[in-house]
């Protein structure tokens, strides 16, 4: 009987747990088309790996032979494939992700890391966007070109590009800061 009782208090101690727990917090809800990361993870995601492709023609000639890979791999999918996309081709691609990420960064309810909204509907950030649409169409013209002078003095644009809006909106303090997000007075 003492053993009967046992189960019965932790089988009703059990059920009285299960309903006072909070139920389960349903899945977020996912709306197709719409914006998914934040301002800087696009900017870290796109627009800085590309951006730093056109930067790297500064320095380095596209056209110039690159190191062969290292037999059997071993580095990952990055090293493994570093090679399957060279030279200009690699500097068109960038400039091409550069100019069609421009509509990711105009996109309606995309949200700054602070939590604001991206300031989308801003005619500032809008003319800096395009600026950024602008250079980055100079550049893959200059690569098309196979030129490197011109895509070196096509980058600087591109800086410029970048840094008339950072010195708007990001150049703020950290990520999380409040002040990011929001246009100078």
Not at 15 to 43: D, S
Not at 68 to 73: F, H, I, R, S, Y
Request: proline share 8%; net charge positive.
């Amino acid at each position: 009987m003492r053993v009967f009782s046992v189960v019965f208090a932790s089988l009703l101690l059990a059920v009285v747990a299960v309903a006072q727990a909070p139920p389960p917090r349903p899945a977020p809800k996912v709306v197709p088309g719409a914006p998914i990361g934040t301002l800087a993870q696009v900017m870290r995601g796109v627009f800085f790996p590309n951006a730093n492709l056109i930067f790297d023609v500064q320095q380095i000639d596209p056209a110039a032979p690159r190191k062969k890979p290292v037999e059997g791999g071993g580095g990952g999918a990055t090293a493994d494939f570093s090679n399957v996309y060279t030279g200009w081709q690699v500097v068109e691609n960038a400039a091409i992700s550069l100019n069609e990420a421009v509509d990711l960064i105009l996109k309606s309810g995309r949200f700054c890391d602070n939590g604001k909204p991206a300031p989308v509907q801003r005619a500032d950030f809008q003319k800096f966007a395009q600026g950024l649409r602008d250079a980055s169409r100079k550049a893959l013209v200059a690569a098309q070109a196979k030129n490197q002078e011109k895509v070196s003095d096509v980058a600087n644009d591109l800086a410029d590009a970048c840094a008339n809006c950072h010195e708007v909106y990001r150049d703020k303090g950290d990520a999380k800061s409040p002040l990011r997000c929001v246009a100078s007075k």
